[in-house]
């Protein structure tokens, strides 16, 4: 199938409350217009430089996503036009996107990312530290970000049992957070599920999706 039909296809199973992120890392501009084509504004990167090209060739009314780590000394290179970051997983990061986002008048949409994966490798927030940020009393100074939403990956297994008790570990997070409100917070997207496991992040309440091999095929790595 092309890029369009599978998007078209996605989009018609996805239901009205979950967004779709179509993640385009390692794809040619001419996968992005594509999808552009077909109606998605929403693109997730994880590479910056790479990310920036893009945005530089594509139409303006792109909303870009970065979803993968980032490093605090980077943030300035997408601050002029990031849309959202997934994985903010310091205060250190949040004060430092909130700096780049008043340089450039913006105000960027943060989610803070939970670790939920029992592999060592993944990054994320311990529940513990996620929850000492959003009580720290900096947060509400920091004028130009907005803590938007949650994101977690779960483990790369085959046991849908550990999967889904790690999605509805984050929707549990979400839910308890979610009643914290002040001028800069207020959760209302949970981005979590891939192409191999949406359907089952949407049935644990995941509100975005990040799909990238299910529309674009297989990322070639050179
Ligand atoms: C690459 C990536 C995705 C998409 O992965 P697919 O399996 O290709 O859908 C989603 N989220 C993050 C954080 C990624 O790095």
Redesign the pocket.
Known sequence: MSISENIKSLKNNLPAQVTLVA?S?TKPILDLEEAYKTGQRIF?E?KIQEMTQKWEQLPKDIQWHM??HVQTNKVKYMAPYVDTI??VDSFKLLKEINKQALKNNRIINCFLQLKIAKEESKFGLTKQDLIAILKDEVLVSLQNIKITGLMG?ASFADNKDQIRSEFLLLKETFDELKKEETLNLKLNTLSMG???DYPLAIECGSTMV?????IFGE?NYV
């Open positions: 993640v890392k997730g994880n979803i993968g997934h994985a990956m891939m192409s191999g990040r799909v990238g091999s299910a990322r």
